[in-house]
């Protein structure tokens, strides 16, 4: 496959926690692994380049990411939105390197999600879709795939909405998945496993 893997790894989890003194993505899962870690394993298991995008003070996200081998730049707009974030690390893929085929967008709070839902999405692509999401039992998840052809609306996009607009639209291929894992995020304590 040929996609670059894009993952999402700059919010501040306020959700998670109001004092921002935890990151999420941090926080261990059962064996030991940081959220995050999991998240881009999955990733880098089915992308060849994947690069990751940060905030400003991550409190460790950046190097644990280098160390798994991912690209890490740093949005110092971050807390201006998913889509500002999105948008710095899709301008970032393309710097020093030829126009790919797509990217494979993933969001770091997401350790669940089953390489072959990735998989799927990128044979969707090569096939000629444009954009290509996962299905779960009638409902639409994450990560998401973007043909080349969305490049320039890629890099427009800003606020906290990320790719939603695009997505609403644009003709989305939707790919039927045996994955709940595209449906389950990070967002509260009470979402990490025992």
Same mark, same amino acid.
């Given at each position: 496959m040929a996609l670059t893997g894009i993952l999402l790894a700059a919010g501040r989890g306020r959700r998670f926690d109001p004092s921002g003194e935890r990151n999420k993505l941090l926080q261990r899962l059962p064996g030991g692994e940081p959220v995050l870690g999991a998240s881009a394993r999955t990733l880098l298991a089915v992308c060849a380049r994947v690069v990751a995008v940060v905030a400003p003070n991550d409190g460790g996200a950046g190097e644990l990411l280098r160390q798994l081998g991912c690209?890490?730049?740093?949005?110092?707009?971050?807390?201006?939105?998913?889509?500002?974030?999105?948008?710095?690390?899709?301008?970032?893929?393309l710097h020093d390197q030829p126009p790919g085929q797509g990217w494979l967008v993933a969001l770091g709070d997401m350790p669940f999600v089953a390489p072959s839902t990735l998989r799927a999405l990128?044979? #969707?692509?090569d096939d000629g879709a444009a954009i290509a999401a996962p299905l779960f039992e009638g409902r639409r998840g994450n990560p998401?795939?973007?043909?080349? #052809?969305?490049?320039?609306?890629?890099? #427009?996009?800003?606020?906290?909405?990320?790719?939603?607009g695009l997505? #609403?639209?644009?003709?989305v291929t939707t790919i039927a998945v045996l994955d709940c894992g595209i449906l389950r995020d990070i967002d509260s304590p009470v979402d990490l496993p025992g």
């Open positions: 690209e890490v730049t740093v949005c110092p707009d971050a807390d201006g939105g998913m889509g500002l974030s999105l948008a710095h690390a899709i301008g970032y893929s990128g044979a #969707a692509i998401v795939a973007f043909g080349a #052809a969305h490049r320039d609306a890629l890099l #427009a996009l800003e606020g906290d909405q990320g790719a939603r997505l #609403a639209s644009c003709p």
